[in-house]
């Protein structure tokens, strides 16, 4: 969970590079745990099933990944919900 009051910005990118497992799970078609993707930030939770396009939540010293299945769509409902 994510606590919406705790959401600072939203964004869908399209990052290079490619994230370094340091917890959880990696491998084709799932990514879930903690990461560490230098082009994206250093502290990073995926919950991904793809990389490109990703939707980055960030929320305190956290960047959450995420992969919805239409990225702009569930972004500007996120938008909406946060008042943003």
Excluded at 2 to 14: D, F, G, K, L, Q
Excluded at 15 to 27: D, F
């Amino acid at each position: 969970r994510i606590p919406y009051r705790s959401i600072t910005e939203v964004t869908v990118v399209a990052p290079g590079g490619r994230p370094w497992r340091l917890w959880g799970v990696g491998m084709p078609g799932l990514l879930w745990g903690d990461f560490r993707w230098k082009e994206v930030a250093p502290n990073l939770r995926l919950y991904a099933t793809r990389t490109q396009p990703l939707v980055l939540v960030r929320a305190g010293r956290v960047t959450y990944g995420l992969s919805p299945a239409d990225p702009e769509r569930f972004t500007a409902a996120l938008r909406r919900r946060l008042g943003q």
